[in-house]
Structure formats: C-alpha cells, structure tokens
C-alpha cells in the first residue's frame, strides 16, 4: 500500500477552518484515501472517505487533485473538540486477502486553541 | 448493537506472565485485526484474520498468537509478557476490503 506523509502537527484557533495535507505519491490505482480521528484513550474512528475530486460529509470534507499524489482534509470552525490526532491512509477498495491491511502513520496532532 | 468489544480495559502483568486479551463484534465483519500503540505513536499491525480459521501476521508479530475459531472473536494471547509489550491494544473489525474499520475502545497494558 502508498506510503502516506503528513504534517506531524498543527495549531488551530477555534471557529477557524483547518487543512490537514496528505502526501501519497505512489497511491495505486485502486486505493481509496481514508482518514480517521483518534481521541486520548480511544481507537480510531472513520472521517472520510475519498477516491477523486470532492467529498463532503457532516463533520468533514476531502478535496483529491487529478493525479491523486496528494489529498486536504478540511475541517470548518473547529472547536476545543476537534483536538485529536488524524491519520491519512491509502485504503485498498478491492482485491485478495492481503489488500485487507492499513497501514497507521504517527498521524497529525491537531489543537485547537480557545 | 455493541460493535467491537474489548475486555479488560486495563491490565497489570509481571514479566513472564501469560494472559489473553478479548475481542469480540456484533457486525458479522469478516475482517479482524490486532493493533499495538505505543506513546506517541501510530498504530503497528500485529496479527489479522480474514475469516474464521484464517489468520495471518502484521507488521510486529513476535510475542503475540492469535486464533479464530469464530467469526465473532478474535483473542490476542500473549504467551510470556515482557516489558516491551507494554502498550495499548486495539481490536478492529471490516466487512470487507474497502469497507470503513471499526476499533474497539482499547485494552491498557502494563507488563512491570
């Protein structure tokens, strides 16, 4: 699977919109981009989803250029609550029973700061 | 409906000690995998399962076993704890290959 590269941290202000970018230069053809939030003391929950151009859910959106060497995670006005760590991951959508890996970076820590 | 589930959520181990780390789901997911998280770090593949009687090695395998004789459970056993293992433990489950990855809420352990 894509090696991923983020930031290792960030600074946020609260209501402020927050761009976490994700480096996936060697992303397969097959592979979707997929990030997770991880609170202290939990395990990692499912953002977004995405495998080209625009996705936007309730909580999050993800916007992936043509070549898909790279993807944003973009989270409008954050709160005190978004303060966790987020993971960016190359997901494979399909294929044998190795496909099934993920493969967790040290993610992003982000704070928001009140 | 429960998800993932993990018992104990906090353990305390002399080295040497053995002990099994539980892991059950309630979605029918196929997929299921064991997680290490170190302090500070992202989360190392240990053992993972793609379907009841079929398990298969991750990234940081040595000191740990797995079975799956069910499709619900998948228990980590740790056969003579060291030190080293030392970490939060989670347990993950997947429908399918391109599915999201449910985590359970993680098992503390501290091998002194």
């Known amino acids: 699977l894509a090696k991923t590269t983020q930031p290792i941290s960030m600074d946020s202000y609260e209501g402020q919109e927050v761009n976490i970018t994700c480096s996936h230069n060697?992303?397969?053809?097959?592979?979707?981009i997929t990030w997770y939030q991880q609170f202290p003391s939990q395990g990692p929950r499912f953002i977004i989803q995405?495998?080209?151009t625009k996705v936007t859910n309730e909580v999050a959106s993800l916007f992936i250029p043509a070549d898909r060497k790279s993807s944003t995670l973009s989270l409008p006005r954050v709160s005190l609550s978004d303060t966790a760590v987020y993971y960016c991951?190359?997901?494979?959508?399909?294929?044998?029973?190795?496909?099934?890996?993920?493969?967790f970076g040290k993610g992003t820590k982000l704070s928001v700061i009140p | 409906n429960a998800g993932v589930t993990q018992t104990p959520k906090f353990q305390v181990l002399k080295t040497g000690q053995s002990m099994t780390l539980q892991c059950a789901q309630d979605?029918?997911?196929?997929?299921m995998s064991w997680y290490r998280q170190d302090p500070g770090m992202g989360l190392r593949l240990i053992h993972y399962?793609?379907?009841?009687?079929?398990?298969d090695q991750g990234e940081v395998p040595n000191g740990y076993n797995v079975s799956r004789s069910t499709t619900e459970d998948f228990p980590l056993r740790l056969l003579s704890a060291a030190p080293s293992q030392t970490s939060v433990y989670f347990c993950?489950?997947?429908?399918?290959?391109?599915?999201?990855?449910?985590f359970g809420p993680g098992t503390r352990l501290t091998v002194l």
């Open positions: 993950a489950s997947r429908g399918a290959v391109g599915d999201t990855q449910y």
């Open positions: 060697n992303i397969a053809t097959n592979d979707y």
């Open positions: 995405g495998y080209k």
């Open positions: 991951l190359a997901q494979r959508a399909s294929g044998r029973a190795g496909s099934y890996q993920l493969t």
């Open positions: 979605m029918n997911h196929e997929y």
């Open positions: 399962s793609v379907g009841a009687g079929i398990t």
